[in-house]
């Protein structure tokens, strides 16, 4: 996995001088955290550059990306988890995995998620993204015997505590296989799946 950079806190200029940096070196140029607003500007230094706003990633390739294999699954809770889940899902198609998205698959509609296991059930690895308590892990663990890593995210109402209770209720969860990563992290999430597909997938 390429060096990857971190978009938040960083202004357009510092991202385009690495970015370039990376590109004069042969290497992709893969950022995240990246805002609109950055986006507006990068993009006008390197008209090359790709945006995807729901991943807050910005891309600028200069040599081919791997040829995808195997099977990640990535399952969100609901649509405001999207960022995250995105994030984790480019992450993962870059690192050369079939990525197949299950968005809004929360367990306030349980039927939601039972109605789709064999989606997801023959991956190599599942992402599951969730805010609120964190429930979806424990579920999904219980429908699948495959890796799953946890990525809670901020998302939830004043209890939640920007998503400490997603991620204490993922540690705690009593499905096994359950592998938990640091709140909003879906490029972690995406990079261990992808790492874990590659494993299995690659001859």
Do not use: W
């Amino acid at each position: 996995m390429p060096e990857v950079i971190y978009g938040a806190g960083k202004t357009p200029e510092q991202i385009v001088s690495i970015m370039r940096a990376f590109n004069d070196a042969g290497q992709n140029a893969f950022a995240t955290r990246i805002t609109p607003e950055q986006a507006v500007s990068i993009c006008a230094e390197m008209p090359a550059a790709v945006y995807s706003k729901d991943a807050r990633i910005i891309t600028c390739d200069v040599v081919p990306l791997p040829e995808q294999i195997g099977k990640v699954a990535v399952l969100c809770a609901g649509t405001s988890d999207l960022s995250v889940a995105e994030e984790a899902s480019i992450t993962a198609e870059r690192m050369g995995a079939k990525v197949v998205r299950l968005y809004d698959v929360g367990v306030s509609g349980i039927h939601r998620v039972m109605s789709r296991v064999e989606l997801f059930a023959d991956s190599n690895a599942i992402v599951v993204v969730a805010g609120m308590e964190g429930a979806l892990p424990s579920v999904v663990g219980g429908l699948t015997d495959k890796p799953i890593i946890a990525c809670p995210t901020s998302i939830g109402y004043g209890a939640s505590f920007g998503g400490v209770a997603a991620l204490l209720g993922m540690l705690n969860s009593c499905a096994s296989g359950v592998t938990v990563v640091n709140i909003d992290n879906g490029f972690g999430a995406g990079v261990a799946a992808a790492l874990i597909n590659r494993l299995v997938s690659t001859p």
